[in-house]
Nanobody, 124 residues
């Protein structure tokens, strides 16, 4: 069983920064890949970033590459998404998700565990 709780979303001006956190409660799992996804009103959920358990592999969508950084602290069971140079088009509900290890990081359908989401709003 995996439970995920996101936090850190808020209203911020364009050009600003935010750090999202995802706190995980797990019974026995390890070697889980963590991902961040987002969903804007009227749009499909899209991949943002992912990181493997060891942190050795990360992946980013083209729209956030160079602006967002995903990281994890396994001792704290927490995954972070550092977001800089935010744009109005980054406005969305951001979800944390986890899955067992596998080569594909970007497909939301492969992630069985999801948090409830945290709202990020970027004003122009």
């Amino acid at each position: 069983q995996v439970q995920l709780v996101e936090s850190g979303g808020e209203l911020v001006q364009a050009g600003g920064s935010l750090r999202l956190s995802c706190a995980a409660s797990r019974s026995t799992f390890s070697d889980l890949t963590s991902g961040w996804f987002r969903q804007a009103p009227g749009k499909e959920r899209e991949f943002v970033a992912a990181i493997t358990w060891s942190g050795s592999t990360t992946s980013y969508s083209d729209s956030v590459k160079g602006r967002f950084t995903i990281s994890r602290d396994n001792a704290k069971n927490t995954v972070y998404l550092e977001m800089k140079s935010l744009k109005p088009e980054d406005t969305a509900v951001y979800y944390c998700a986890e899955k067992l290890w596998g080569p594909t990081l970007t497909d939301p359908g492969l992630y069985p565990y999801w948090g409830q989401g945290t709202q990020v709003t970027v004003s122009s």
